[in-house]
Nanobody, 115 residues
Framework: QVQLVESGGGLVQPGGSLRLSCAASGSIFIIYSMGWYRQAPGKQRELVAVISSNSRTTYADSVKGRFTISRDNAKSTMYLQMNSLKPEDTAVYYC?????????WGQGTQVTVSS
């Protein structure tokens, strides 16, 4: 069992930055593939970025060059550095931990990009 707690969301102006954190507990963090997903009102949840157990990263085209995913295995924490934020980045951001067949989600943190 894995417990995930996101933090770092908030209101930011277009062009601004935020850093999200996802603290994990309850299992061996290093063996999990971790990811960030987001869901905007009226839309399906979508992949933002994932980082594998050996730190290989994958990004959605919409965030490439602006967002950076990272993990600190010693702290059992994953991060998402978001720069050059746009209004279309507004969504609830969810942390995910995956080790087949197990799949865990955090409660989500709101990110609002607005002037």
């Amino acid at each position: 069992q894995v417990q995930l707690v996101e933090s770092g969301g908030g209101l930011v102006q277009p062009g601004g930055s935020l850093r999200l954190s996802c603290a994990a507990s309850g299992s061996i963090f290093i063996i999990y593939s971790m990811g960030w997903y987001r869901q905007a009102p009226g839309k399906q949840r979508e992949l933002v970025a994932v980082i594998s157990s050996n730190s290989r990263t994958t990004y959605a085209d919409s965030v490439k060059g602006r967002f950076t995913i990272s993990r600190d295995n010693a702290k059992s924490t994953m991060y998402l550095q978001m720069n050059s934020l746009k209004p279309e980045d507004t969504a609830v951001y969810y942390c995910n931990a995956k080790l087949t067949p197990n799949d865990y989600w955090g409660q989500g943190t709101q990110v609002t990009v607005s002037s």
